[in-house]
T-cell receptor
Framework: AQTVTQSQPEMSVQEAETVTLSCTYD???????LFWYKQPPSRQMILVIR??????QNATENRFSVNFQKAAKSFSLKISDSQLGDTAMYFC??????????FGKGTRLHILP | NAGVTQTPKFRVLKTGQSMTLLCAQD?????MYWYRQDPGMGLRLIHY???????AKGEVPDGYNVSRLKKQNFLLGLESAAPSQTSVYFC?????????????FGQGTRLTVV
C-alpha cells in the first residue's frame, strides 16, 4: 500500500524568507503523480503544484517549486519569497493513475510579519 | 462552473441518527472520493469510486456507506452516527486521464455528533 509521510507538523518562517516542506512516500509503482495542496483557514483545498513521476524536470509554479527525487521517494516543496497569504496547511499527496489519492498528515505553515 | 458541491455545509446529529451527505460534480469526472479531516490526521480516505456504479473502501470505511448511481453524484451515508464520526468531510473528484490529473474538492461539511 502507498503511504505519504510529512515529518514536519508545524513550521514558522519570516515573511520574504524561503521555506522547504518535506514529503516522502512509499510505493512500488513506477508511474504515478505527486501533488502539493494548500488549505488556508477558509478550509478550501487548493492545488499548488503537480509532478508526474515520469518527468525528470522538477515542476515550478511562480514562487513554488519542488525537488523531486524519485529514487529516494522524496518530494519537497520550496516556497520562495514567502508571503503572509502563504500561511496555511500544506498536504502532500500521491496518486496512481487508475487509483485513489492518498494524503499525508499535513504541515501547518505560519508566515510571520 | 460549480465544480464540486457538497450538501449540507454544516450538520449536528444526535448519536444513533442517520444522515446522507451529497456530493455533486459537473465536470464529468470519472473518479470521486470521500475524505474525513481530523486534527493531526490529515485527510483520510473513507470510500471512493472509479466510475458510475462502482465503489471501493478506503482507509477508514467502517460506519459509512456510499453509492454512485449517477456519474455526477457520490453519496456518503452514516447509518447510526457516533461521536467518533465528528469531523470535517470533503468530497473530491478527478478525471480519468494520464495528463493533467488532479483532485478538485468541495468546500467541506462540518459534522458534529453529540
Amino acid at each position: 500500500a502507498q503511504t505519504v509521510t510529512q515529518s514536519q507538523p508545524e513550521m514558522s518562517v519570516q515573511e520574504a524568507e524561503t521555506v522547504t516542506l518535506s514529503c516522502t512516500y512509499d510505493t512500488s509503482e513506477s508511474d504515478y503523480y505527486l501533488f502539493w495542496y494548500k488549505q488556508p483557514p477558509s478550509r478550501q483545498m487548493i492545488l499548488v503544484i503537480r509532478q508526474e513521476a515520469y518527468k525528470q524536470q522538477n515542476a515550478t509554479e511562480n514562487r513554488f517549486s519542488v525537488n523531486f527525487q524519485k529514487a529516494a521517494k522524496s518530494f519537497s516543496l520550496k516556497i520562495s519569497d514567502s508571503q503572509l497569504g502563504d500561511t496555511a496547511m500544506y498536504f502532500c499527496a500521491f496518486m496512481r493513475g487508475d487509483d485513489k489519492i492518498i494524503f499525508g498528515k499535513g504541515t501547518r505553515l505560519h508566515i510571520l510579519p | 462552473n460549480a465544480g464540486v458541491t457538497q450538501t449540507p455545509k454544516f450538520r449536528v446529529l444526535k448519536t444513533g441518527q442517520s444522515m446522507t451527505l451529497l456530493c455533486a460534480q459537473d465536470m464529468n469526472h470519472e473518479y470521486m472520493y470521500w475524505y474525513r479531516q481530523d486534527p493531526g490526521m490529515g485527510l483520510r480516505l473513507i470510500h471512493y469510486s472509479v466510475g458510475e456504479g462502482t465503489t471501493a473502501k478506503g482507509e477508514v470505511p467502517d460506519g459509512y456507506n456510499v453509492s454512485r448511481l449517477k456519474k455526477q453524484n457520490f453519496l456518503l451515508g452514516l447509518e447510526s452516527a457516533a461521536p467518533s464520526q465528528t469531523s470535517v468531510y470533503f468530497c473530491a473528484s478527478s478525471p480519468y486521464t494520464e495528463m493533467n490529473t488532479e483532485a478538485f474538492f468541495g468546500q467541506g461539511t462540518r459534522l458534529t455528533v453529540v
